[in-house]
Structures are given as C-alpha cells and as structure tokens.
Nanobody, 117 residues
Framework: QVQLVESGGGLVQAGGSLRLSCAAS????????MRWYRQAPGKQRELVAV???????NYADSVKGRFTISRDNAKNTVYLQMNSLKPEDTAIYYC???????????WGQGTQVTVSS
C-alpha cells in the first residue's frame, strides 16, 4: 500500500510560478513511473508529465518548455516546477505513481492550482 501526499498548489498570477510536490510512503513499495495529471472543471483528466525510474521525461505539448518534472528517489518524491503559468493551467493537479511491488497505480488527493489573468 502506498500513500501519496501532495503540496504546493495555490493562487498565482499569470506568468508566475509554482512548485508541486508529491511524497510517497508505505510499508513496502518500489516506485516505477511517477506522473502528474490535471483536471480542469468540465474537462477530462489529462496527463501533464511523466518521469521514469531512469529519469527519462515526457510532457504534454501544452506545457513543454514551461513545466519541469523531477524526482528524488531517496525521498520517494516527485516534483512539478511550473513556470510562465497561464490561466488555462488552472486545474486540480494529481500525482500518480506505479508501484512495482503491488503492481498497481496510486493517486494523490489532488492540489488546486489557480492562475488569475
């Protein structure tokens, strides 16, 4: 079983920056891919960024060049640095990890990001 705790959301003006964190904990786990998703009101949840255990990353086209995903394996934590934020980035952001031990995905509780124009 893996528990995920997210932090770092908030209200920011367009052009500003935020850094999201998601820390994993549990009794026995081995995290593989770590991902950030987001869901805006009235829209489907979408993948924002993913980082593999070897550090390879991929991003949604809408955030390339503005967002950076990183991870600290010693702390079992994934980060999302968001720069040059736009009002359309407003959403609830969720972290998601795949645990090799339990062979399943886990979701964080979500953190609200609001970008004002």
């Amino acid at each position: 079983q893996v528990q995920l705790v997210e932090s770092g959301g908030g209200l920011v003006q367009a052009g500003g920056s935020l850094r999201l964190s998601c820390a994993a904990s549990g009794s026995m786990f081995s995290i593989d891919d770590m991902r950030w998703y987001r869901q805006a009101p009235g829209k489907q949840r979408e993948l924002v960024a993913v980082i593999a255990s070897d550090g390879n990353t991929n991003y949604a086209d809408s955030v390339k060049g503005r967002f950076t995903i990183s991870r600290d394996n010693a702390k079992n934590t994934v980060y999302l640095q968001m720069n040059s934020l736009k009002p359309e980035d407003t959403a609830i952001y969720y972290c998601n990890v795949y645990d090799l031990h339990s062979i399943r995905n886990y979701w964080g509780q979500g953190t609200q990001v609001t970008v004002s124009s």
